[in-house]
């Protein structure tokens, strides 16, 4: 339990370095948690080399989203597009550093379905069907 | 004289297991769905062991067991709502399936392009998109009874919009986030004075309040066993029989059919008429097990135990400081909904299972309830007839962690 809520976790809840909107934007997406109604808004900048530059996040959740978006956002900057396409279930959790029960998992994979919803562009879900 | 509530905990047999090391479950929501005691339990478990067999058709001893037994409990149902008779009680899956039965059934038939329907603000979804589907279908129009900053309906603005002459008017006896109880009667004999036809989602009252369907005078309504000490599964829907007779059928096949050629059927008697298929004979075992439970301690008593754990936890709660509940401070069921500010409700859940404290967060189906009232979402203990003042105690106990944690 103590482990769930490791300090890391609840650091970047409270002080979360990459909270906010891009306008403009190259990706613009956000979604919904139907479950809880955990609602996130990723916006992502890009340069000429398809690299990401900067990375932020908006909306509301539990400690476990915003903390997974957070640190997703911090991840993601400096990587290829194309490496933010690959990015898994399992690096997500990585990034956590924590085991999650079903219900929670979908908190925690609520940001990383939103960047890649982004990038891929709308009509590509198909490619999100390991995040559900 | 007060009943000893203590006694009743040790019929659940799930209420004295351990979820987490040393960690002994303490549930607090059984708004969601209420545990299960061990008659109803053996009910079931003496179904299967002893009279399994499909029912209606069968000559040989154990299907007419089967048949006796699954009519027993359909009888019994509409004793414990004073309806008038057991045919006026069709056999559902759940509250979900009864309102969808009335909405499919009389709605597709006596519903037409700008009929009015009148829901409250305070409907689960299951009252309020199967009428949604009717705005899709038939462009019929709905219109919500507004709930007050305190969570009580505005009455005013009920009459209000009766002028408007609604042909339903459908609403819960009791909300599953505010724990405000309706005034169904009045609300019903104002319907009937502009001819409106009345549906009561029972689904929180008929398992925590005394409801006697003749006196409302209602037409129709809904409830779940599994909220009520039954299993899930099987649900209910009463409606005035008249009514029952004119309506199409539901779903079609087995059993609902009077006749059957190659060129079309004619439909069974009520309720028959809206139970096509093998139906779930031992889930209606154990609802009519469920409510001899519940009869046996008394509606009465048992509303006015949750009264008193409800009051007691809301004042424990507002005392505790930083937390907000939704909802009516006098008269309410069971059910406490509230805000932590700054503290998502997951993370509130999470941390309380920790202690072994069940407790739902989120918007509860009521979405549009929680848009209101402006969160996204909220933590919600709800309370039942094996739940006790020292279950409130464990519930602060294990939000002062949580605050903590967060702090
Ligand atoms: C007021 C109300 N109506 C309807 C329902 C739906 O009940 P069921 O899921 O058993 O169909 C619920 C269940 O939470 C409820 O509280």
Not at chain 2, 293 to 299: E, T
Request: charged content about 25%.
């Amino acid at each position: 339990m103590d482990d769930l809520y490791r300090e890391i976790i609840i650091e970047h809840y409270k002080n979360p370095g990459f909270r906010g909107e891009l306008d403009p934007n190259d990706y613009t997406y956000e979604d919904e948690n139907p479950v809880c109604g955990d609602h996130i808004r990723v916006d992502i900048r890009v340069n000429d080399s398809g690299i990401v530059t900067e990375a932020k996040y908006s909306g509301h959740g539990c400690a476990i989203s915003q903390a997974s978006a957070d640190l997703l956002m911090e991840a993601i900057i400096g990587k290829k597009v194309e490496d933010v396409k690959k990015l898994t279930k399992q690096d997500v959790l990585d990034l956590l550093g924590i085991e999650l029960g079903a219900v929670r998992l979908k908190c925690a994979l609520l940001p990383l379905k939103v960047v890649k919803a982004g990038v891929y562009g709308v009509g590509k879900e198909s490619e999100l069907s390991d995040l559900d | 004289m007060s009943v000893d509530f203590s006694k009743y905990k040790q019929d659940f047999p799930i209420l004295s297991r351990e979820v987490h090391p040393g960690k002994k479950l303490i549930y607090l929501d059984s708004t969601a769905s209420t545990q299960k005691p061990q008659i109803v339990l053996d009910a079931m478990d003496d179904y299967y062991h002893r009279h399994n067999a499909n029912i209606h058709r069968g000559v040989y001893t154990i299907s007419e067991e089967a048949t006796e037994l699954y009519e027993n409990a359909r009888a019994k149902v509409a004793r414990f709502i004073h309806a008038p008779s057991a045919r006026s009680i069709v056999f559902t899956r759940n509250t979900t399936e009864s309102i969808n039965l009335v909405a499919f059934t009389w709605g597709r038939k006596n519903l037409k392009e700008n009929d009015l329907v009148l829901l409250t603000e305070l409907e689960h979804h299951s009252n309020i998109v199967p009428w949604q589907i009717l705005v899709q279908e038939k462009k019929i129009r709905i219109e919500f009874i507004p709930v007050l900053p305190d969570g009580i309906l505005d009455m005013n603005a009920y009459k209000n919009l009766l002028e408007k002459k609604p042909k339903l008017v459908a609403f819960a006896h009791m909300s599953n986030v505010l724990g405000t109880i309706t005034p169904v009667k009045e609300m019903t004999t104002l319907a009937h004075q502009v001819g409106a036809i009345v549906l009561i989602d029972g689904a929180q009252s008929v398992p925590h309040l005394p409801v006697d369907i003749q006196d409302i005078d209602a037409e129709f309504l809904a409830f779940s066993a599994h909220k009520m000490c039954g299993p899930t599964g099987i649900g209910a829907l009463y409606g005035k029989f008249d009514l029952l007779n004119e309506m199409p059928p539901f779903l079609g096949g087995g059993d609902m059919i009077r006749k059957v050629t190659f060129e079309g059927f004619s439909t069974n008697d009520v309720p028959a008429k809206f139970e096509a298929g093998t139906p779930a004979i031992a889930e209606a075992v154990g609802f009519g097990a469920a409510i001899d439970y519940l009869s046996s301690i008394g509606m009465e008593e048992i509303a006015k135990h949750e009264q008193e754990i409800a009051l007691y936890g809301l004042r424990r709660l507002e005392e505790s400081g930083g937390i907000k509940v939704i909802g009516p401070h006098n008269q309410r069921g069971g059910v406490l909904a509230f805000d932590m500010s700054g503290i998502h409700p997951h993370d509130v859940a999470q941390i309380l299972d920790s202690e072994g404290i069940a407790v739902r967060a989120g918007h509860h189906c009521a979405q549009p309830l929680h848009i209101k009232f402006g969160l996204p979402a909220t933590t919600r203990a709800s309370f039942y007839l094996y739940n006790s003042k020292e279950d409130v105690d464990s519930l602060i106990k294990g939000l002062d962690k949580v605050k903590m944690m967060f702090d």
